[in-house]
């Protein structure tokens, strides 16, 4: 008993405070719950983000894949960019240029818009020029979510196909 007196004089004569270690146990809890919460984000953003697959014709599309190589080196000679994009009222917009950026003019556009997840659900749509490089679709898409708007546009005796995504609200 000697012996603890002795220890309390030496501190001040009062008994010394708990050890901040005794909080570590927490500090870990809490590290792990800020771990398990950035990870459920991460889930969550990914199944809500998930595009599905892109197609179901690649066994098709594999044996003539040569083919596909010609026509894909062929469209990127021309140079032609697709941007995608929809309207207030829910239509999917085109803006087509040319290699030096200017719109291209005078296109002959169709597409079939369809959904890449879910249901199938599928609208073939014809686009007319409204402005320079600027195409509406005739229809628009009544639900919301992610479409997969393939089209072949045709100008200048060329034609490009494209897959554009996107994304109506």
Do not use: C, K
């Not at 809890?29 to 697959?53: C, D, E, K, Q, W």
């Not at 917009?93 to 659900?121: F, N, S, Y």
């Not at 979510?145 to 490009?160: F, R």
């Amino acid at each position: 008993m000697r012996h603890f007196d002795g220890l309390r004089a030496m501190h001040g004569g009062t008994p010394r405070h708990a050890s901040r270690w005794r909080l570590f146990p927490w500090a870990i809890a809490a590290a792990m719950g800020v771990v398990f919460a950035v990870n459920g984000g991460m889930i969550y953003a990914a199944l809500h983000s998930f595009p599905g697959s892109a197609g179901s014709g690649g066994f098709d599309l594999s044996n003539h894949y040569d083919q596909v190589l010609d026509q894909a080196q062929q469209q990127a000679a021309l140079g032609w960019s697709v941007q995608a994009s929809t309207d207030s009222d829910r239509r999917p917009v085109l803006r087509l240029r040319d290699r030096a950026g200017a719109p291209l003019t005078g296109a002959t556009v169709h597409g079939v818009a369809e959904r890449p997840l879910g249901p199938p659900e599928m609208a073939a749509m014809t686009f007319r020029e409204t402005a320079p490089g600027r195409y509406v679709a005739d229809s628009s898409l009544d639900r919301p979510g992610q479409w997969d708007v393939q089209l072949t546009a045709s100008a200048l005796n060329h034609e490009v196909a494209a897959t554009r995504r996107i994304m109506v609200r």
